[in-house]
């Protein structure tokens, strides 16, 4: 498995700015993606992070409103753009590896919990 | 896109007993993992059963799949009260080659309570 981590934890945000959250895994992982979990609702997959490209987005999110970026292969950002207080709620990476035991099996980061005012 | 369905949404034991859940899904995976979160915190990674696997054990959790009813369940045997989370099943379909795409859908969740 890996250690994964994002920053910041948690923020309070007022409407129409931006927040980017940060996802930093402890070693060279395949794929990353990001999900979002709304209040009391389970996770969504956002986007699969791609290394070097533009990341891929799942029906109902767009680049403009979720940037991703992934520079390399441990590292990526989610932006949540001009944001409104729908866009409350837990954001959190996760990664998977074809060096790890057991591929397929992907894990999580803490999560960012977001709320905007 | 497939979704998971997962039931009971809640359940509520004494210590000790048992806790089962189920997952319902609805297209072809490659595999199927669970998961456990606390108080809306990060994801827990329980068990990954692929769907070649009928059966598979840790330590107190057992995970069953049929695929010919396109359903799994988890089982926590001897529960404590450190058990009470959310648990989430996660299906990782499979392209027509049989081979994962990665990304996860979930079901809905099982809030578990476990009285001490």
């Known amino acids: 498995s890996a250690v994964i981590s994002q920053k910041p934890s948690r923020d309070i945000c007022q409407r129409g700015t931006s927040l980017t959250i940060q996802c930093q895994v402890d070693?060279?992982?395949?794929?990353m993606f990001w999900y979002r979990q709304q209040p009391g609702q389970s996770l969504t997959l956002i986007a699969t992070a791609n290394q070097g490209s533009e990341a891929t987005y799942e029906s109902g999110f767009v680049i403009d409103k979720f940037p991703i970026s992934r520079p390399n292969l441990t590292f990526s950002t989610l932006t949540v753009s001009n944001m409104s207080p729908e866009d409350s709620s837990i954001y959190l990476c996760s990664a998977l590896s074809n060096r790890w035991q057991y591929f397929n099996e992907q894990f999580f980061g803490p999560g960012t919990r977001l709320t905007v005012l | 896109s497939q979704q998971g369905e997962e039931d009971p949404q809640a359940l509520s034991i004494q210590e000790g007993e048992n806790a089962t859940m189920n997952c319902s899904y609805k297209?072809?995976?490659?595999?199927l993992q669970w998961y456990r979160q606390n108080s809306g915190r990060g994801l827990v990674h329980l068990i990954l059963i692929r769907s070649n696997e009928r059966e598979k054990h840790s330590g107190r959790l057992r995970v069953t799949l049929d695929t010919s009813k396109k359903s799994s369940s988890l089982l926590i045997t001897a529960s404590r009260a450190a058990d009470t989370a959310s648990y989430f099943c996660?299906?990782?379909?499979?392209?027509?080659?049989?081979?994962?795409?990665?990304?996860?859908?979930f079901g809905q969740g099982t809030i578990l309570t476990v009285h001490p």
């Open positions: 070693s060279q992982v395949t794929m």
């Open positions: 996660a299906t990782d379909a499979a392209n027509a080659g049989g081979t994962s795409y990665g990304k996860l859908t």
């Open positions: 297209t072809s995976i490659n595999n």
